[in-house]
């Protein structure tokens, strides 16, 4: 049997929340789309589990107030939110270890740590609303600040280590998922700017605001059901995309047939005619995709600097939230603890609204510590971990009923998390290339957003954006 061959005005690869916006908008403006998407579901990042029973949120799942196109989108498809628990005191640990419950806005550290804390926050917030995040790049210093990495940059900025931790916390463990020393002072401003203000992402009130009722996926789901299954075939990589083929439609796109259990059919595949592709996977898959012709040598040093960070979401669903009745809120910090960020992730019932019984809790390993929990088994690396959220949460943390990893590191289609970020010196030098179409290639991932950057919305936002571009053209 021959690939099965069709044609359409623009043939989209990845099936995620950027390329599903990008298709349904593309389509609601009377433009014929293919969506080609390796894995077998759609939703990319985002993806709702089930394991043991218990609802998990494997990938993206919370909206903070500025991510407004992704929160219309939610609500044109006729999507609930709810908000993250928040009520009661919250925990934190400190250098010296000690883990001490607090309330407010501020972590409880000593005075002068508290001051130079404000300071660097004030500071962060001054130099975030002289970037742009749509071009940081035109930042007059911007190669200054590409050219220091986050961590060297604070070092000059103050000397003490505790505040210095915390800020970084925010930047790098929360948000780029990579070390401090391993991006830059102009990457850190992009990942704030993109979020309004430094001020935001210090406050897990604002960044953390709501949830999907149902799960982010449904957002993914929602779009391709509009697009119809006819427009979307899942389970098809696409391996080549040629870009100059003769005629009025330049696109060939070919996707191998390759069946959930990783075996490719040589008998199937699909193959795409297309006016315009447009590429909604993250830069570093780019490559995964033979281009023929080849593409240019700048997008080809390009992607090779944008990689995918490291984190590893932990989820622990007990039979009750055991940490409510000590008044406990849930959220936990403590930069030096192998488990350095703790939330509330309990569920509402998407049938009835009203929020589970069990409880469950979410928390995060980043980067280097992420690469150490995949040495030990199984089992010590669940022993490691619930007793590093014991430790800050209490002794019950250590017996969930249901335990599960986000590892998105090990998915063929993903390959890290969050997202993608430059490394030294790669915003400045090659960021302002990176929407530039090629021929009649164009991008979109959350990756390469400016507003909403690394995030659902950013995804939203470059679909969006690439989908009003391509209506002109066509
Ligand atoms: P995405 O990666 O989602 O989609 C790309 C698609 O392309 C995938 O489906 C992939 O399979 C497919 N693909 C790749 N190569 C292909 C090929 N050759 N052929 C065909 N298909 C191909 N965001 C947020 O807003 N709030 C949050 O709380 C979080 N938290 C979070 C936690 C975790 C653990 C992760 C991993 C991520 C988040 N995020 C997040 C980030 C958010 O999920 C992410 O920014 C968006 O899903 C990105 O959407 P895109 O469509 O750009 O890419």
Redesign the pocket.
């Known amino acids: 049997m021959a690939p099965q061959e069709i044609t359409r005005d623009v043939v989209i ?7 599903l916006t990008a298709a349904y908008r593309l389509q609601q403006a009377g433009h014929s789309v293919a969506v ?4 077998h579901r759609v939703g ?3 993806w709702n589990g089930d394991i043991d029973g218990a609802f998990i949120e494997i ?5 903070s107030p500025d991510q407004t196109e992704l929160a219309a989108l939610v609500k044109e498809l006729g999507l609930t939110t709810f908000d993250r628990y928040r009520e009661g005191d919250s925990i934190y640990k400190n250098l010296a270890g000690d883990v001490i419950q607090y309330n407010g806005d501020t972590f409880p550290v000593d005075e002068a740590t508290t001051a130079e804390m404000q300071r660097l926050i004030g500071l962060m917030d001054k130099l975030t609303a002289e970037v742009d995040p749509a071009a940081p790049w035109e930042h007059p210093r911007a190669k200054e600040y590409d050219a220091i990495s986050f961590r060297e940059w604070l070092k000059t900025q103050t000397d003490n280590d505790e505040a210095r931790n915390n800020i970084s916390l925010f930047i790098a463990g929360a948000m780029l998922t990579k070390p401090e020393h391993a991006f830059s002072l102009l990457q850190a401003l992009l990942m704030s700017s993109s979020a309004g203000s430094f001020s935001h992402l210090v406050d897990e009130d604002f960044i953390l605001d709501k949830r999907v009722l149902g799960g982010m996926q449904k957002v993914s789901l929602g779009l391709a059901e509009k697009i119809g299954d006819d427009n979307i075939v899942l389970g098809h ?2 391996r080549v995309l040629r870009w100059q083929e003769e005629g009025d439609y330049p696109v060939l796109a070919e996707a191998e047939d390759f069946g959930e259990d990783g075996v490719a059919n040589p008998e199937g595949g699909v193959k795409v005619r297309a006016q315009y592709a447009i590429m ?3 830069p570093n ?1 780019y490559s ?2 033979s281009f023929v012709p080849s593409l240019d040598r700048r997008q080809h040093q390009m992607h090779q600097h944008q990689s995918l960070g490291l ?1 590893i ?1 932990v989820h622990a669903v007990y039979d009750r939230p055991f940490w409510r009745d000590r008044g406990l809120s849930g959220t936990c910090f403590a930069c030096e603890n192998l488990v350095q960020e703790i939330y509330d992730n309990t569920n509402y019932d998407p049938a009835t609204g009203e929020e589970e019984t069990r409880g469950t809790l979410v928390g995060f390993i980043s980067d280097e510590k992420a690469d150490l929990m995949f040495t030990l088994s199984e089992e010590e690396r669940k022993t490691a971990i619930l007793d590093a959220m014991a430790e800050l949460i209490g002794e019950e943390a250590k017996n969930p009923v249901t335990f599960y990893l ?1 590892d ?1 590191g090990a998915e063929e ?2 390959r890290g ?3 993608a970020s430059y490394d030294l010196g790669g915003l400045s030098r090659w960021g302002q290339y990176q929407h530039d179409p090629v021929g009649p290639i164009h991008w979109a ?3 390469i957003a400016g507003e909403g950057y ?6 939203v936002r470059m679909g969006q954006q690439v989908a009003k571009q391509l209506s002109e053209k066509l």
């Not at 690869?13 to 390329?19: E, R, S």
């Not at 990938?59 to 909206?63: P, T």
Request: net charge positive; hydrophobic share 40%.
């Open positions: 690869i990845g099936a995620g929340p950027a390329g080609l998407e390796a894995r990319g990042r985002t990938g993206g799942q919370w909206i990589p696409v909604a996977v993250p898959l995964r995709v984190v979401k986000s998105w289609w993903t998390a969050y997202a991932c959350s990756d690394q995030h659902v919305d950013g995804a």
